[in-house]
């Protein structure tokens, strides 16, 4: 298709960073309360980096239908679909219903088309996301809607490239901090590479305001 690349880009997004608790007071009177605690996803690009990956295009599918299960689904496939927020079926008092969690965080991410800004919503219109997106919000209770697919064949691409990066950086971790710090960078760095945009010319800037006119 003519915009196939604008599909991907559409679903190449960045990492999540926001927050989702503004405030938060330790009570220190409540021997239950330890404090805050932090959690932070050991080496993530590198890890997602592992596993197969979306290869060559080899067809588009226009179809309408809501999706019933996420054996439906394929991972590294690309699907136009929205978004419903209806909950999880469960069991109370003998009666089964849906029931909604007043704190669920979504995880589809659009892009704003007034301000171009990447947000996360219950309900989303129709826009491009991975197979493997709609699959995990499919088991945080949403309801998912497609009309068009675009399928891949896949391959583990980065695979021995992660896994050589990692392996090396965990040898001089102690010895060379230097050194493993650029293998970080570097296997985080290429997740991004793929993304940049292509730069067909270039100019020379004499104060920070002029640049700001060019991006």
Known sequence: PDNLLEIERETYKGGRTEVFKHKYERDWNDKKDTGMKYYDINSSYPASMRYEMPFKFIGKIETDQVIKNVDELIKHYIYIAKSTYVGKKQNIGGVEMMVKDPHIIPNLLIREKKSKSIVAVKNTDFAPHWGCELIEAMNNGFEIEIKAVYMYSSKDIFAK????????????????????????????????????????????????SELFKII
């Open 161 to 208: 490239f992660a896994n050589y990066f990692y392996n090396e950086r965990l040898k001089i971790k102690k010895t060379n901090p230097a050194l493993a710090t650029f293998y970080k960078l570097v296997m985080n760095s290429l997740y991004g590479k793929f993304a940049q945009k292509v730069f067909d010319k270039s100019d020379i800037v004499n104060s920070t």
